[in-house]
């Protein structure tokens, strides 16, 4: 079973901005820490930023200061803003939980970022 769903990847022109969404059970969201991860074709899977339950987050050096994740605990939702994209983040992005018991993980949105 999908244990977590993301949305809101497309196409969009370099220089946009589009906002991922991911939303799983409330079990597992309010005991977790929340990731995105991306993958471009033929490369490894890649950390693009982590907030932690306190709200602690973090990010890759290749979106700082253009990326922002955030948590909504009412609605069980994780999202990633992200701004100025460039050619380069083009991916497929997955939403990642990282539960006290185990770890969950989305099927992925896929990012496509023109010139």
């Known amino acids: 079973q999908v244990q977590l769903v993301e949305s809101g990847g497309g196409l969009v022109q370099g220089g946009g901005s589009l906002r991922l969404s991911c939303t799983t059970s409330?079990?597992?969201?309010?005991?977790?820490?929340m990731k995105w991860y991306r993958q471009a074709p033929g490369k490894q899977r890649e950390l693009v930023a982590s907030i932690t339950n306190g709200g602690r987050t973090d990010y890759g050096d290749s979106v700082q200061a253009r990326f922002s994740i955030s948590r909504d605990n009412a609605k069980n939702t994780v999202y990633l803003q992200m701004n100025s994209l460039k050619p380069e983040d083009t991916a497929v992005y997955y939403c990642?939980?990282?539960?006290?018991?185990?770890?969950?993980w989305g099927q992925g949105t896929q990012v496509t970022v023109s010139s």
């Open positions: 409330g079990i597992i969201f309010k005991t977790s820490a």
């Open positions: 990642n939980a990282i539960a006290p018991w185990r770890e969950y």
